[in-house]
């Protein structure tokens, strides 16, 4: 077994590579608007460091969001790409769901939520049980609109001060490629078929094709 996975959904680029006895090599890189610069050096790092190529790969993993439309196309072209070239199966995993796997701990035993950033002055968000099973899908909206007295894991507590006012903030800010790469070698160990790579957008991006010219009249 060799998962390359990797997430670009967020502010964060992040990739990592598990060789079925754990994660042999992972790192990430926080920039909001290189994510098309930052990917493929960092894919290509990740195989050397574990003296790997790409045709070494037996799947990929990827984040599937929700997450702003440029980033978020970055990693799931990719991975269809890699995946189709290599005919390999790609695995997509919810973005929130990556965060929450490693919030769980910190989370001792409590529901939680996680809130990521969704730009316009809104977050990204989902409800989880203490063990990191999604609870509610995840849904868009402005701060005011999350459930208060969670914890709360994400960006989105960090960002927005009403969501840390209602409960504690916890666990990792961006999600981390090592826990997709974790979660996507638990789904093969127990048989589960990998999800579809779909983009998990929530809504229209912000660019628009522009409309049909007006109308001139003298």
Same mark, same amino acid.
């Given at each position: 077994?060799?998962?390359?996975?990797?997430?670009?959904?967020? %502010?964060?680029?992040?990739?990592?590579?598990?060789?079925?006895?754990?994660?042999?090599?992972?790192?990430?890189?926080?920039?909001?608007?290189?994510?098309?610069?930052?990917?493929?050096?960092?894919?290509?790092?990740?195989?050397?460091?574990?003296?790997?190529? %790409?045709?070494?790969?037996?799947?990929?993993?990827?984040?599937?969001?929700?997450?702003?439309?440029?980033?978020?196309?970055?990693?799931?072209?990719?991975?269809?790409?890699?995946?189709?070239?290599?005919?390999?199966?790609?695995?997509?995993?919810?973005?929130?769901?990556?965060?929450?796997?490693?919030?769980?701990?910190?989370?001792?035993?409590?529901?939680?939520?996680?809130?990521?950033?969704?730009?316009?002055?809104?977050?990204?968000?989902?409800?989880?049980?203490?063990?990191?099973?999604?609870?509610?899908?995840?849904?868009?909206?402005?701060?005011?609109?999350?459930?208060?007295?969670?914890?709360?894991?994400?960006?989105?507590?960090?960002?927005?001060?009403?969501?840390?006012?209602?409960?504690?903030?916890?666990?990792?800010?961006?999600?981390?490629?090592?826990?997709?790469?974790?979660?996507?070698?638990?789904?093969?160990?127990?048989?589960?078929? %990998?999800?579809?790579?779909?983009?998990?957008?929530?809504?229209?991006?912000?660019?628009?094709? %522009?409309?049909?010219?007006?109308?001139?009249?003298?």
């Amino acid at each position: 077994m060799l998962i390359l996975a990797f997430d670009t959904a967020t %502010p964060a680029v992040t990739v990592a590579l598990h060789d079925g006895c754990g994660v042999a090599a992972h790192e990430s890189a926080v920039d909001a608007r290189r994510h098309g610069e930052l990917l493929a050096p960092s894919i290509a790092r990740i195989l050397g460091q574990a003296g790997a190529e %790409p045709g070494d790969l037996t799947s990929i993993a990827v984040g599937t969001g929700p997450g702003p439309y440029t980033g978020l196309r970055v990693g799931l072209v990719t991975a269809r790409v890699l995946g189709s070239a290599l005919s390999i199966p790609v695995d997509g995993v919810c973005t929130l769901d990556i965060i929450a796997a490693e919030a769980r701990h910190a989370a001792a035993g409590r529901e939680f939520i996680v809130a990521t950033d969704a730009r316009r002055r809104e977050v990204y968000w989902a409800r989880y049980s203490a063990d990191a099973q999604r609870l509610s899908e995840p849904q868009v909206s402005l701060p005011a609109a999350v459930p208060a007295g969670y914890p709360m894991a994400g960006e989105g507590p960090r960002l927005h001060a009403e969501l840390a006012a209602g409960g504690e903030t916890i666990g990792p800010r961006y999600p981390s490629a090592a826990e997709l790469a974790q979660i996507a070698a638990d789904h093969v160990a127990r048989g589960i078929p %990998p999800e579809r790579p779909e983009a998990r957008y929530l809504r229209r991006p912000d660019a628009r094709e %522009p409309g049909r010219p007006k109308r001139v009249t003298p």
